[in-house]
Nanobody
């Protein structure tokens, strides 16, 4: 069983930045494909960014050039640096780990508002 704990959400003005972190349990973090998803009110959960075990990344078109996903295998942490935040980035952000099956964190709220 993999447990994921997210942190770093909050309220930020448009154009601002936030950094989300996800700490995973277990001893084989390096084998997990890590990702961040988000779900806005009334919308389906969507993939924001993913990073493979080898460090290859991919992003949703809506966040390319603004968000950066990274991982630190020694700290068993995946992070999402979010810059130039927009109102439409408001959502609950979920950390996801995939190794034979998918594991989810509890979610962290990101609110972009003036």
């Amino acid at each position: 069983q993999v447990q994921l704990v997210e942190s770093g959400g909050g309220l930020v003005q448009p154009g601002g930045s936030l950094r989300l972190s996800c700490v995973a349990s277990g001893s084989i973090f390096r084998l997990y494909v890590m990702a961040w998803y988000r779900q806005a009110p009334g919308k389906q959960r969507e993939l924001v960014a993913r990073i493979t075990t080898g460090g290859t990344t991919n992003y949703a078109e809506s966040v390319k050039g603004r968000f950066t996903i990274s991982r630190d295998n020694a700290k068993k942490t995946a992070s999402l640096q979010m810059n130039s935040l927009k109102l439409e980035d408001t959502a609950v952000y979920y950390c996801n780990a995939n190794y034979n099956k998918a594991y989810w964190g509890q979610g962290t709220q990101v609110t972009v508002s003036s």
